[in-house]
Each structure stands twice: as structure tokens, then as C-alpha cells.
């Protein structure tokens, strides 16, 4: 990877695709420990003091940040995130390493993407769409006018050919909601409900017809087959209500306490289901225990 150390890395910025969280943390290590210093990087490093707690993950993204590198993936805290991308935006930062998930909507602009590995961390193909917005990281409008580069390496003419067949020149593949008509339909519903967009059944019945799932399921189905939509938003909404997430009438539509927290903790219904009615169970021996350090294993458990 001579291009990475090379005068032209240092001039512009580079966003490096790994498979894993541990390859991109190493790769960034390297990198910084084979880079100048960075300049106006003090305020930076000042502002992640002050937000995060100190970790292991945050000492090494410190040092990386030090000579302008950083990597980005899950494993870091918001605050932490949003310093990188925001040091990257403004030049601070002239290289990432990244786990696939930043190619998805962050603005990270870029004059050069590498892509490391076509494969995932579980060895698996990355889809094409991934590969298409990856690489598309790479010379963005506004800030790269004249060019972008994108970087796919092939270990022989073979592999060449069908990176250039199943990436450059393949069409992403389709797309389909990822709410289903059954059981992950339910958390949608009360975080819908939870934000105040739909306050009545038939509220909420046609919101999901004008989602990408009602397109699918409803705007293409045949007029005769259209009530069996409703009614499976009508149902999973009444099984929502009967298990105490909302509060369902006839003219209205409402979130209960126990739907807000299912609601802001993004959990699905059915773990919230089962922690409350856990609790519920042992609710008197809660309110009587004179030793709160006994509860601490057995609810523990209980969230693991």
C-alpha cells in the first residue's frame, strides 16, 4: 500500500475500507506511526478529553489523531464519531480506516477510497450496492470537482475481470423493505406512535401504505388484496395495545410509558415484554429487599 505513505495521501484525504473493526484500529496505527504530526490537531484532542471518558479504544484513536489519522466504525461512541467525520470534513484528518458501515450515509467526502478486501469479516462477497457506495465516498460534488479515485485491488487477471463484471460495471442489486409484514413490523409502529405522527388507527393504517413497504406490499397489489395490508398493521397495532406498549380506542391512537421505553431504547417488543414481566413478577421482593447487591446478579442475567 505505497500509495497510502505516499506525498499525495498527505495532500488529500483517503477513506481505506478494512473488514473488521481490529484490522481498520491496526491499519490505522500503522499509518500514524509512519506519518508527520498533524497541525491544529491540540483543540481536536482537547475536545475528546472533555466529551469521552477515557478508554482503550479512545487512547488509541488519540494517538492515531495525533499524525491525522483515525479510524471510524461501531465500536466507537457517538461523540467519538462525530469528531472524526467532522475533523475529516475540515482537513485535520487526512486518512480513515473504516469498517464498510461508513460508506452508508455519512458525508464523508474523499479524493481516494481503497477497498482492502472484497470480502466481509464473515467471508462473504460485500453486495454491490456496498461496493457502489464505497467507492462513491470518492470525489464528491463540492468538494472534488475534478476527479475521484477508487481503489479495488485484484491478486491476479482473473480476479481482475470479475471484481471489473460483479463491482465497475454491475448494477446494485434490488432492494426490498426490510420491515416485514409480521413481527418487525411491530417496534415501526410504536415509534410512529411514539412520536406523535399517528394518533388514530387509520392514521397509522396509511402511513405504512405510503412507506417503501406499502409500495411493495400495497400500491403494487391488486385492489382486491389490499384490505389483508391494512388489516396486518390493524392487528399487530391491536397485539401492540392488548401487551401495554399503546393505548387503542376506537378514535384514537396513544403510546403507553412502557412504549416510550421500547421506543427510545430502539428494543425489540418482545425483549421489553419479557424484562417487565420479569420485574412485574418479582416486583414485592424488590420493594422489600434490604440488600439491593443480592438483585444485582439475577437482573443481570435477566438483560444478558
Excluded at 479524493?111 to 469479516?121: D, G, N, P
Excluded at 491478486?155 to 423493505?177: C, F, R
Excluded at 411514539?194 to 385492489?223: N, V
Amino acid at each position: 500500500y505505497g500509495l497510502v505513505g505516499s506525498e499525495m495521501c498527505i495532500r488529500d484525504r483517503v477513506i481505506i475500507f478494512d473488514r473488521t473493526r481490529r484490522e481498520a484500529e491496526q491499519l490505522a496505527t500503522l499509518l500514524a506511526n509512519n506519518l508527520p504530526s498533524a497541525s491544529n490537531i491540540t483543540p481536536l484532542l482537547d475536545e475528546l478529553d472533555s466529551t469521552v471518558e477515557p478508554t482503550p479504544i479512545s487512547r488509541s484513536l488519540k494517538k492515531c489523531l495525533q499524525n491525522g489519522v483515525a479510524f471510524h466504525h461501531a465500536g466507537l461512541l457517538f461523540e467519538e464519531r462525530r469528531l472524526v467525520e467532522k475533523a475529516f470534513t475540515n482537513g485535520i484528518v487526512r486518512i480513515i480506516c473504516s469498517t464498510p458501515t461508513l460508506g452508508a450515509g455519512i458525508n464523508t467526502p474523499a479524493k481516494y477510497v481503497i477497498i482492502r478486501s472484497y470480502t466481509l469479516w464473515d467471508g462473504k462477497n460485500i453486495p454491490t450496492r456496498d461496493y457502489k457506495n464505497m467507492s462513491g465516498r470518492a470525489g464528491r460534488i463540492q468538494y472534488h470537482d475534478d476527479y475521484g479515485c477508487s481503489i479495488l485491488f485484484a491478486g491476479t487477471e482473473k480476479e481482475l475481470q470479475m471484481l471489473w463484471n460483479n463491482y465497475v460495471d454491475a448494477h446494485p442489486e434490488k432492494i426490498s423493505s426490510q420491515i416485514s409484514t409480521k413481527g418487525n413490523i411491530d417496534l415501526p409502529i410504536i415509534q410512529i406512535v411514539a412520536s406523535g405522527a399517528c394518533t388514530t388507527l387509520d392514521e397509522l393504517q396509511d402511513f405504512f401504505t405510503k412507506t417503501f413497504l406499502g409500495y411493495q406490499y400495497y400500491q403494487k397489489s391488486a385492489k382486491k388484496l389490499r384490505p389483508a395490508f391494512l388489516d396486518v398493521v390493524g392487528k399487530r397495532a391491536k397485539y401492540l395495545a392488548d401487551s401495554g406498549f399503546l393505548v387503542l380506542t376506537k378514535d384514537s391512537l396513544g403510546i403507553t410509558e412502557l412504549g416510550k421505553r421500547c421506543a427510545v431504547g430502539l428494543l425489540s417488543p418482545e425483549s421489553v415484554k419479557l424484562l417487565f414481566s420479569s420485574f412485574e413478577s418479582v416486583q414485592q421482593k424488590i420493594q422489600t429487599c434490604k440488600n439491593y447487591e443480592e438483585l444485582v446478579e439475577p437482573i443481570l442475567h435477566l438483560i444478558c
